[in-house]
């Protein structure tokens, strides 16, 4: 397994709102520990988990998500370590919530299972930059704004492609239901999720119009996804 060193290149910065942060850009050193702990991990501190092999005995240890770096890690002799060969991860289990490997690092988490689906969602941290001031000396959040890159060296390290004054780092959600074959398939709106329910589609699209259902809200979803289970 490869050892884990979290680079992010950003300076503390002021807190906006629960999911997203504006920090001051600096040079290549490792701040991590001066980002918010909420933008970086999914659990306030590494908890006891167990990792479930497909084709290996079960591993115990420290556990918790990096949701910045897109990756599960854990702790071996005070060291931050990423979990390798994440696709022969079965299932990875931290106080009782369950995460599936989506590709070769990243793993959503289930939100709720039925009878045929399970509603999964990935959590995902970005970080872009906001190159151009606005009048009266603010920052603007809408305009010139271009990805914030990194790349990794042979040593794990993220190395950042660019440098700006001030950047911002939030974490985005996405939401999937995910059938009994494994397919994963994202929910956008409501015709992404009702043609799951062919048969039911009207009154998936009443239901939802009659509750307001926002596709990007965890509760709504599990709540579509209940009455679809009734159908």
């Known amino acids: ?19 997203w942060q504006i920090v001051e850009a600096s040079s290549s050193e490792d701040l991590s520990g001066k980002v918010s702990t909420h933008l970086q991990y999914l659990f306030p501190e590494f908890t006891l988990g167990e990792v479930f092999f497909l084709n290996a005995p079960k591993g115990n240890g420290l556990l918790n998500y990096n949701m910045l770096a897109g990756e599960m890690q854990f702790i071996d002799n005070d060291d931050v370590m990423a979990l390798a060969n994440v696709r022969n991860v079965a299932v990875v289990n931290i106080e009782n919530r369950k995460f599936y490997p989506l590709n070769s690092k990243e793993f959503t988490e289930e939100l709720l299972s039925t009878d045929r689906f399970q509603l999964r969602v990935r959590r995902k941290g970005s970080v872009i930059q906001h190159s151009k001031n606005s009048a009266y000396g603010t920052s603007s959040s809408t305009s010139s704004i271009t990805s914030y890159s990194s790349v990794n060296n042979d040593g794990g390290q993220f190395i950042n492609l660019k440098v700006s004054s001030n950047v911002l780092v939030s974490l985005k959600y996405f939401y999937y ?13 409501i015709k992404t999720f009702t043609k799951q329910f062919p048969a039911h589609s009207a009154k998936i699209e009443a239901f939802a ?13 599990k709540t579509l996804l209940v009455y679809c289970s009734d159908l």
């Open 209 to 221: 119009k009659e509750r307001r259902i926002r596709f990007d809200n965890e509760e709504d979803l």
């Open 1 to 19: 397994m490869k050892k884990y060193l979290f680079l992010l290149f950003l300076l503390p910065g002021w807190a906006l709102a629960q999911n």
């Open 177 to 189: 239901l995910v059938g009994s074959n494994g397919k994963y398939t994202q929910i956008k709106n």
